[in-house]
């Protein structure tokens, strides 16, 4: 019976390929719209979370607070307000990994005939374990760098290609404000951060050799900045409240009295960029979802003018034997054919369409095979709900007014 019905559907498919195909059209486009559109979303989630991962995991950034002069208010990292002391009163706190402090600018970098403005970070060796930085070249510093003030520096990639060019960097010396520093590493890539800036163009050097050497201090051991890595999710506000009460009580804050340090969730901040991938997802999936819309009413349409011419065929159908569940189900079948086929071809464009987006854009596209089944699902959900009602109607026709139908 079902090979019977699959080749009368074909047969009437084929009786006017015109019309079929020009249905078929609105499921192809439906489809390949969700495929690309959701291939497009996930690739822009696929892209904010590689750059969540370069910025490290489970992280806080404590920011030395503001100052107050003649009436003049700057912003954070204005106040000297942080010091090293600080940033080993933190290590020893529950649910702290890695804690490194820093004291980070601008500085131009020369190297023979070349130069380069670059970011200059001063900090310890913690600071590559919290940001996941890997060594790709050399070694890192260490401790009794930190205690020496030894001149030595890891480089990125960007700063290293503006100062070498295709020369290999590791040995060689660069200048920093007239202090040479030996290049002992090169650092992996990392790609840009959430806003924009290029993490490669840096180099990164001793704490105390920043201090002293490059940028100065107000008075000894103060620092821009601390790094603090928590040991997991979970354990992130445990250890922001635990971190607050710290510092108030090592800065002798007073009840009432305003922080004079900021703390800053990373976590949270990239939780917000990846939240925001997902719904722009969600929407373009939901926007490209309107024109499988459009295909199933095409669907319905054809099926409705296809049931009236063939209302006297129904009627014989019927006379000989026919149920009318066998003509809801040949009915059926019919719009269950036409979904599938132009779903088939939607598929292939969409991927196709992908493809070539990639090819010519570069922009990161995730094709899923969860996305395509999905698409492919709601295709077939939307040929049958469309094709029922046609199908229904023609089922319900009555035999003897069928058969003088002309």
């Known amino acids: 019976m079902l090979r019977a019905m699959l080749g009368e559907a074909w047969q009437a498919m084929g009786a006017n390929r015109l019309r079929t195909a020009l249905t078929m059209l609105g499921m192809v486009i ?16 696929y892209a904010v979370a590689q750059t969540i991962s370069t ?14 002069a003649a009436g003049l208010r700057s912003g954070g990292g204005g106040g000297p307000t942080l010091t090293v002391a600080d940033a080993e009163a933190i290590a020893e706190l529950e649910g702290v990994v890695n804690v490194a ?8 970098l020369v190297h023979g ?15 590559l374990d ?26 990125g990639r960007t700063a290293a290609e503006n100062l070498f060019g295709t020369d290999d960097p590791l040995g060689q010396t660069i200048r920093i404000r007239q202090s040479p520093f030996v290049i002992i590493g090169v650092l992996g890539p990392k790609g840009q951060n959430l806003d924009g800036r290029d993490q490669d163009d840096t180099v ?5 050799t920043a201090q002293r050497k490059v940028f100065g201090t107000p008075f000894v051991g103060s620092v821009r900045m601390i790094m603090v890595q928590a040991t997991s999710a979970e354990a992130m506000p445990a250890v922001e409240r635990d971190m607050t009460a710290l510092l108030r009580q090592r800065h002798r804050l007073r009840e009432g009295q305003d922080n004079d340090f900021f703390i800053r969730n990373l976590a949270a901040a990239a939780d917000s960029a990846a939240e925001t991938t997902r719904v722009m997802s969600v929407l373009l999936g939901a926007i490209a979802s309107v024109s499988l819309l459009v295909g199933g009413i095409g669907i319905m349409n054809i099926m409705l003018v296809s049931v009236t011419e063939r209302t006297r065929e129904i009627g014989i159908r019927m006379a000989i034997g026919a149920r009318e569940r066998d003509i809801l189900a040949q009915f059926l079948l019919e719009a ?3 979904s599938i086929a132009g779903s088939l071809l939607g598929l292939a464009l969409g991927v196709g369409g992908a493809l070539l987006t990639n090819a010519l854009t570069d922009m990161a596209i995730v094709i899923s095979g969860g996305s395509v089944l999905v698409a492919f699902a709601v295709a077939a959900g939307v040929g049958i709900f469309f094709g029922y ?3 229904h109607r023609a089922a319900a026709l009555d035999p003897i007014e069928a058969l003088r139908h002309q």
């Open 113 to 127: 005939a070349n130069n380069w403005s670059s970011t200059v970070v001063g900090t310890t060796p913690p600071y």
């Open 204 to 208: 990164i050097i001793p704490l105390s």
């Open 101 to 108: 402090p820093v004291h980070q600018g601008t500085q131009q």
């Open 55 to 68: 910025m490290g995991s489970n992280l806080y950034i404590v920011i030395s607070g503001s100052t107050s």
């Open 30 to 45: 439906g489809v390949g719209s969700v495929v690309l559109m959701m291939a497009i979303g996930q690739g822009a989630q």
């Open 130 to 155: 919290a940001r996941a930085w890997t060594i790709v070249a050399g070694y890192p510093f260490g401790d009794s760098d930190v205690r020496s003030a030894t001149r030595v520096a890891l480089i």
């Open 389 to 391: 009602y046609p199908a």
């Open 336 to 338: 269950l054919m036409i």
